[in-house]
């Protein structure tokens, strides 16, 4: 079954940088949309960042346009989530997800859509 394992998360201070990473095994990067989201406490899960399966479309929320980016490298099968500038109202736990690439990519900030997910990472952003 494919597993996700999330890494990366931290404490810095406000308008810090932090990368996530995401390593995926039982399924390809190549072969696997991907996605970020995060969850504040007491709040919904977000969509945060996606990436489709040839890594040629990415779709990111409003909120982190800018300041956020999804990459992967596929030798190693790992998803990053380069996150600059960052804010207190960034902080959560941030999952990574995987699905199979036969959606489409306007729906990659679906959580819905996809199939497998890691157990999250403690992003905070201090003031």
């Known amino acids: 079954q494919v597993q996700l394992v999330e890494s990366g998360g931290g404490l810095v201070q406000t308008g810090g940088s932090l990368r996530l990473s995401c390593a995926v095994s039982?399924?390809?990067?190549?072969?696997?949309?991907v996605g970020w989201f995060r969850q504040a406490p007491g709040k919904e899960r977000d969509f945060v960042a996606g990436?489709?399966?040839?890594?040629?479309?990415?779709l990111y929320a409003d909120s982190v346009k800018g300041r956020f980016t999804i990459s992967r490298d596929t030798t190693k099968n790992t998803v990053y989530l380069q996150m600059s500038s960052l804010k207190p109202e960034d902080t959560a736990v941030y999952y990574c997800?995987?699905?199979?690439?036969?959606?489409?990519?306007?729906?990659?900030?679906?959580?819905?859509?996809?199939?497998?997910w890691g157990q999250g990472t403690q992003v905070t952003v201090s003031s």
């Open positions: 997800a995987a699905r199979r690439p036969n959606f489409s990519v306007l729906t990659l900030n679906a959580a819905g859509t996809y199939d497998s």
């Open positions: 039982g399924r390809a990067v190549t072969t696997s949309d």
């Open positions: 990436m489709s399966w040839g890594g040629r479309s990415t």
